[in-house]
């Protein structure tokens, strides 16, 4: 299958996310799993068709039209949050900022491959036994 | 309101109401269809000419299923009995409502019935904590169906209702303007559906919606395949008939489906408000239910899989490899003002989900699971390594990142007050407790047997069994309190013992962290007067500051822990120790007619000769409906061994003969048997 890889505009964080996981080859927290998702990128006058397969984890992209597992419809405002990790998919989906049809599953599996929220540190300073005793005495 | 809550539900949709099936929210009261962890009615009362109905009687035919048997005049002396109403309703995704009107004179009659409907849409955050909502509110009739819309910008939940028999409908509910000949009778048949519609109307949401009516499944005689395919019981002791029967059918109550793997069922924490997936209660009942069904484990393994965490995510605190707490799907979580989609802040469900997994394969021989899983549970082996070991001991600790909306203590005893010091004092964060580190050393154990034998990477098992004895090594030495003879709950910020004496203790032995020589002081104090009530181990010891024999962590008794404590102390070979906690908690499962809540007392079985319950809102809890089962199997002594399951009961005395049929694994089916000879009742009473 051809993978993606021609000249994009760099600040389309869309076609930046697609060529770095196509470019990664082996995608490992999608561990076994194959699938096709399509994804339907609309901007309110038309819409981009982006096409993720993975197959045994090994991730390649397309734009041209193959048989699509699952179909991911979204706006391009909220595609590029969730590409650039500000919006959660599971939450887009139950507020209904995206829909799909067909399968969840590879859907879940998408999901793993996006960053984390910008800001997120993974640390944060320990708090004391005192401050704990302080905050409870005071409430 | 009059009378006791009726609850009814199928999957994560449930119905509560009183007893006459009258449903009359406000915003704080817990009553209302509930889907999706939404509220999609808040209103639904049945009229006959203006006036409500009384209840005659309530039956709960099943889990899913009521009938109501009402007449009309609320008084409570004059009962006009020459008309009845028989309101029977079963849910799913949503309710369905038959109601008949029999008319028992010798005249024809004409009635004006009404249902009052309307929703709130609340989230059950908002029910909880009496919030308000932020969206707006249409109603509209379309084809003689009621619809009632609730929108905040792409976010829409409507609730459908029709009506077999025709009714004059408006925008607060439906009436039937009907005549009854003498002695006859009249009915219609009422559908009430959730549905949450995406907003490209090509697309379908996650509700099961087929034209305008309610798609009914056969629940009955789902239920009933449930209970054949379970081993069968047979016992001396009656009431563990009763028992056994009341978990099966709890479990089955319990089960849940995912949108990922429609068709398979995991254990859902309780009903009816956690009627959703927790790694931590998901993985326990599992383990739990083994011996009996391993579908439940098989399902938990792949959908907790599915979202193990992949990056670092501080508002829910997620990180690589991190297995969920809890999911939700109502607005709040939407919209990102709760962190549940998933949230992760649990350090325990990691460590577990490698040794469900490991277990799994004992009793199944499913080695296709476990090669499916391997970088699942290789990334949960990297997470208690890698982002855990909060302090850089080794240890694995947590703290929350999310300080608004995330737990505070994220183990199994999550309420402020749980970790303490025997003064009483509260240490900081973060926190190391002691069983997280047996968990962890029983994961690296268990992992090792999987990649030696399964993935065929005897050096990474070599690795894992280096890394679990050095553990096993350092906590014998640190987390030691050597003049209690008992492990601390915990290692402070300053790497000092947190040194109350709790259960927690029988979970290091369950985990087989504790060293050999220490195991029969461990095992003293779980059956000692300070821990031990008569009816079970209590969750702190008498005499510690914070005991409190109905605190919730700190001195009430939880079934599912002493199941657990009861299986450690068989793998430090005190069996007769073990069948004295069994004994104890079946016992209270007898007087609690089968179904033992979350919690009880810790008073001393002498002074209250009865187990008081904890109230609590949430009844079936699934970790205590799946404790009798795990006793079942300490009692009986059932270990996989091999392809062969070995069979070594230890059982109380009363309970005379016992046998388990056509127990399920990778022998096929076998039978074990017992009979009870040790003599608990010296140390129960």
């Not at chain 1, 991911?72 to 139950?94: I, K, P, Y």
């Amino acid at each position: 299958m051809p993978t993606v890889k021609a000249a994009k505009p760099t600040e389309d964080p869309i076609s930046g996310f697609f060529d770095a996981l196509a470019g990664r080859g082996h995608e490992p927290t999608f561990g076994e799993d194959s699938a096709t998702l399509r994804f339907d990128v609309g901007d309110g006058t038309r819409i981009e068709r982006w096409y993720l397969t993975v197959t045994g984890g090994d991730v390649s992209v397309t734009r041209q039209n193959i048989r699509a597992d699952t179909i991911v419809r979204v706006q391009r405002s909220d595609f590029e949050a969730m590409v650039t990790g500000r919006l959660n998919v599971m939450a887009a989906l139950l507020r209904g900022a995206i829909a799909y049809e067909g399968s969840a599953a590879p859907l879940m599996m998408f999901q793993r491959s996006l960053p984390s929220p910008p800001g997120s540190k993974g640390r944060v300073p320990p708090i004391s036994g005192r401050a704990v005793m302080a905050q409870r005495t005071a409430t | 309101m009059s009378g006791e809550l009726v609850q009814i539900l199928e999957g994560n949709t449930f119905v509560v109401s009183d007893d006459r099936g009258d449903i009359e929210a406000s915003s704080t009261d817990p009553t209302g269809l509930f889907s999706f962890d939404t509220r999609f009615l808040s209103r639904w009362v049945l009229t006959v000419d203006g006036q409500r109905l009384n209840a005659l009687s309530t039956d709960d035919l099943a889990y899913f299923q009521t009938r109501f048997f009402l007449v009309p005049g609320t008084g409570t002396v004059y009962v006009d009995a020459k008309l009845s109403v028989i309101r029977q309703r079963e849910v799913a995704d949503g309710f369905h409502e038959e109601l008949r009107f029999l008319n028992h004179e010798d005249k024809p009659v004409d009635l004006e019935i009404r249902i009052d409907m309307a929703s709130d849409f609340a989230d059950l955050f908002q029910v909880k904590d009496a919030l308000k909502k932020q969206g707006s509110y249409q109603t509209r009739v379309v084809d003689g169906s009621l619809i009632l819309e609730y929108r905040r910008e792409t976010y829409v939940r409507e609730t459908w209702i029709s009506s077999s028999a025709p009714a004059t409908v408006n925008d607060k509910g439906m009436t039937f303007s009907v005549s009854i000949p003498p002695h006859g009778e009249w009915r219609t048949e009422l559908d009430v559906m959730a549905s949450m519609p995406s907003p490209d109307s090509a697309a379908e949401g996650p509700t099961r919606i087929r034209g305008k009516r309610l798609v009914r499944r056969d629940m009955a005689r789902g239920l009933e395949k449930w209970i054949q395919r379970a081993p069968r019981l047979e016992c001396d002791w009656e009431p563990l008939r009763v028992i056994y029967r009341r978990c099966l059918t709890d479990l089955a109550a319990l089960r849940f489906s995912t949108l990922t793997l429609p068709g398979r069922s995991l254990p859902a924490a309780g009903l009816p408000w956690f009627m959703t997936i927790f790694g931590r209660d998901s993985i326990f009942t599992s383990l739990q239910a083994l011996p009996f069904t391993s579908e439940l484990a098989a399902t938990t393994l792949l959908a907790l899989g599915e979202r193990q965490g992949t990056r670092i995510d501080d508002f829910r605190d997620e990180d690589p490899g991190r297995i969920l707490h809890e999911m939700r799907y109502g607005e709040m979580t939407a919209f990102e003002e709760r962190p549940h989609s998933p949230y992760y802040g649990c350090a325990d469900a990691t460590p577990l989900f490698v040794v469900l997994l490991d277990e799994y394969e004992r009793w199944t021989g499913d080695t296709k699971l476990v090669r499916h899983l391997e970088q699942s549970a290789r990334a949960a082996l990297r997470w208690i390594d890698e982002y855990a070991d909060l302090q850089g001991n080794g240890y694995i600790s947590y703290q929350r990142r999310n300080e608004e909306t995330g737990l505070e203590n994220q183990c199994w005893k999550d309420s402020w007050d749980s970790i303490s010091y025997r003064n009483g004092d509260l240490p900081g964060f973060p926190r190391a407790t002691c069983e997280l580190q047996g968990y962890a050393y029983d994961a690296k154990v268990r992992a090792a047997r999987l990649a030696r034998d399964i993935w065929r990477d005897p050096s990474f098992a070599d690795q894992l069994e280096k890394e679990a004895a050095d553990l096993k090594r350092r906590f014998n030495r640190e987390f030691w309190v050597k003049d209690g003879e008992y492990f601390a709950i915990a290692l402070d910020t300053d790497g000092r013992q947190v040194d109350s004496l709790t259960s927690n203790n029988g979970h290091l032995l369950w985990s087989g962290i504790v060293d050999k020589s220490k195991a029969r002081a461990v095992a003293k104090h779980l059956l000692g007067p300070r821990l031990f009530s008569g009816w079970g181990v209590r969750t702190l010891a008498e005499g510690d500051a914070r005991y409190n024999p109905i605190g919730y962590h700190v001195g009430t008794v939880w079934p599912f822990d002493n199941a657990f404590i009861a299986w450690g102390l068989r793998r430090y070979g005190f069996k007769e120790e073990a069948a004295c906690v069994a004994a104890g908690i079946m016992e209270a499962a007898e007087v609690f007619a089968g179904r033992l809540p979350e919690a009880f007392g810790g008073y001393s079985r002498a002074a209250t000769k009865y187990p008081v319950r904890y109230p609590t809102a949430c009844s079936p809890q699934a970790w205590s409906t799946g404790a009798p089962l795990l006793l079942l199997r300490t009692s009986l002594g059932l270990e996989p061994s091999g392809d062969n399951l070995i069979v070594d009961p230890a059982l109380p005395n009363w309970i005379g003969h016992l046998e388990l049929l056509d127990l399920p694994g990778r022998w096929q089916r076998v039978d074990a048997f017992g009979r009870g000879r040790v003599d608990t009742r010296k140390v129960t009473n």
